[in-house]
């Protein structure tokens, strides 16, 4: 499972790093050390918190482009078969669904738990994968 350190989970969540410093303390969120030794959570425990109750500043993957709808979000469900997966975000307090190929999937890399922006333009979603998330 991908690995979010505190000062991104504090970011995605729209709260303060000693808020998630907090939750670790008290059990609501559980961490580890990575390699280089800092404080990380599992993406997957920090999309199932945030599906309950995040909200989400802006877009922060830095990523320029046309579409004015970008929602950064966690991966909170995937449903794939040959051709095409389903993945669920959840972004703050909105659930977006899209629909790309699964050979999309394989090459974002993307699972539960990790970070993801969805791009909204008319009625197509587009979901990509910032730097930080891979």
Same mark, same amino acid.
């Given at each position: ?5 505190? *000062? ?17 303390? %008290? %059990?609501?969120? #559980?961490?580890?050390?990575?390699? /280089? =030794?800092?404080?990380?959570?599992? %993406? ?13 500043? =802006?877009?922060?993957? =830095?990523?320029? #482009? /046309? ?28 659930? @977006? @669904?899209?629909?790309? /190929? ?6 974002? %890399? ?10 909204? *333009? ?13």
């Amino acid at each position: 499972m991908p690995q979010i350190r505190i *000062k991104d989970a504090a970011l995605y969540l729209g709260v303060s790093d000693d808020t998630v410093r907090r939750w670790i303390d %008290g %059990g609501v969120l #559980g961490s580890a050390k990575d390699e /280089s =030794g800092r404080t990380v959570v599992d %993406g997957l425990e920090l999309a199932q918190l945030a599906k309950q109750n995040a909200v989400l500043p =802006g877009d922060p993957s =830095g990523v320029a #482009g /046309s579409a004015r709808n970008r929602f950064v979000g966690l991966v909170t469900g995937i449903v794939m078969d040959r051709v095409m997966a389903q993945v669920e975000l959840q972004c703050g307090p909105h659930r @977006v @669904v899209s629909l790309i /190929s699964s050979e999309a999937l394989r090459e974002l %890399g993307l699972e539960p738990g990790s970070v993801a922006v969805a791009v909204i *333009k008319a009625t197509n979603v587009i979901v990509e994968a910032p730097a930080v998330a891979r």
